[in-house]
């Protein structure tokens, strides 16, 4: 449940999309976008760069929002995601209406009022922000990454982003509200393991997990970014059947397993849950807990001052 496999990605994508399209009016996106373009003299290409791209959610997401000429560098450290890119953005603009074509591996999308170009950056991020290629960047943009990292990882990222202007559009955020109905005697113990497992070291130093969300928001403000922010819940229902039950069964399954992986001498309640949780499936209901963060800087940034 918690891979990066191009199966996952595609089966919690109509579930981000849902939050996301929930979470849209708390944020100004026409201001942010004409923000975003007035930077340019002409037609230039905003600059965005996506970090833990997986196969380009984020650019599907956004992209229309922003409208005009925009530059994406998807960033990821798994080449397989890289690789699967052009095939789902090609899917995606046929859809739209939209017409792309490859120049190299540079892959350009087209449509009224819209040019993208596309480029794929392969960088590990657990090894430090010095492979992401931030320093043009005019919006940076994560998709269910601020949980995996470190307090000290998203600070220095929140410092880069304001040492060159950056705004950021940071979505999907846990944020440790995890419901199911109906009420089993269980939850309660399987969520505070799972909750643990969530702030394990994934690679980034010690997870934030479920406080991610709050951390960045104070860094920040601290740097003297204006932030919008709004909660972006999956709601998962398998009266609906198809893809919420496929969804429901993974996250059973995930969930029950992190919770044993956390409490091994627990290991035959939490089974046993996970037991009870599986044979509900036509009839669960799920909501977890997102947060959507979209920020830009009020004030320029101190003389000489540079990222950490």
């Known amino acids: 449940m918690s891979g ?15 939050a996301c399209a929930g979470a849209i009016p708390a944020f100004d996106w026409p201001a942010l976008a004409a923000r975003l373009h007035a930077g340019h003299a002409g037609d230039a290409a905003v600059s965005v760069v996506d970090l833990g791209c997986g196969t380009g959610a984020s650019l599907r997401e956004i992209a229309p929002r922003l409208g005009g000429r925009q530059h994406w560098r998807l960033v990821d450290h798994d080449a397989g995601l890289l690789a699967a890119i052009p095939d789902i953005l090609a899917a995606w603009a046929a859809a739209c209406g939209f017409r792309m074509h490859a120049d190299g591996e540079r892959l350009t999308i087209e449509g009224a009022d819209l040019c993208i170009e596309v480029d794929r950056v392969r960088s590990d ?97 601290a740097c003297g970014y204006a932030v919008a922010q709004a909660q972006s819940d999956w709601l998962v229902d398998g009266a609906r059947g198809g893809t919420d039950g496929a969804m429901l069964r993974a996250m059973v399954e995930g969930v029950g ?38 920020g830009w800087p009020e004030r320029p940034a101190a003389p000489g001052a540079a990222p950490a």
């Open 4 to 18: 990066f496999s191009t199966d996952w990605l595609a089966l919690r994508e109509p579930f981000d999309r849902a």
């Open 125 to 221: 991020l657990a090894s430090g922000l010095e492979g992401a290629p931030l320093a043009a960047a005019q919006l940076v943009t994560a998709s269910a990454l601020l949980d995996l990292v470190s307090a000290e990882w998203l600070d220095a990222l929140v410092a880069r982003c304001r040492f060159v202007g950056a705004a950021v559009c940071w979505s999907l955020n846990v944020d440790d509200r995890l419901e199911w109905w109906p009420f089993d005697e269980g939850d309660a113990a399987v969520r505070a393991r799972f909750q643990a497992d969530q702030r394990r070291d994934k690679g980034f130093g010690p997870a934030l997990g479920g406080a991610a969300a709050a951390h960045a928001l104070r860094a920040l403000r």
């Open 257 to 294: 397993g992190a919770a044993v992986a956390q409490a091994p001498s627990m290991a035959t309640a939490m089974q046993a849950w996970q037991a009870r949780r599986l044979a509900q499936l036509a009839t669960l209901k799920l909501r977890v807990g997102h947060v959507d963060l979209v």
